[in-house]
């Protein structure tokens, strides 16, 4: 998604603590192309964001899988991860 938005040049993070449902808008991001929303893949409580995202938002362009992370959350059922793609099924999906 991000190389589909373009350079990213605002991030809307969610507050600490905050309780999310499966398929909640939860972050919002702004690029010189759209504005959009980041859905929750799961239920959970919002235990940690990366403020860095504030000043350099960037970082979801040029580092998604390392400092361009969005948030961290404490799931509300672990199981449910049972239901997600694994890195090869995503990859497949994409080639």
Known sequence: ???????LV???LPE?????????TVV?????????DV???LAGEVTEVN????????LVNSAAEKDGWLW?????DKAALDGLMDRAAYDATTA
Not at 1 to 7: F, K, M, T, V, Y
Not at 16 to 24: L, V, Y
Not at 51 to 58: C, T, V
């Open 1 to 7: 998604a991000q190389e589909q938005l373009g350079d």
């Open 10 to 12: 605002f991030v809307e």
């Open 16 to 24: 600490k603590g905050r309780t999310i449902a499966k398929g909640d």
């Open 28 to 36: 919002v991001v702004e690029s010189v192309k759209a504005a959009s």
């Open 39 to 41: 859905y929750a893949p």
């Open 51 to 58: 403020d860095g995202l504030l000043d350099n938002p960037g």
């Open 72 to 76: 961290k959350m404490k799931l509300a």
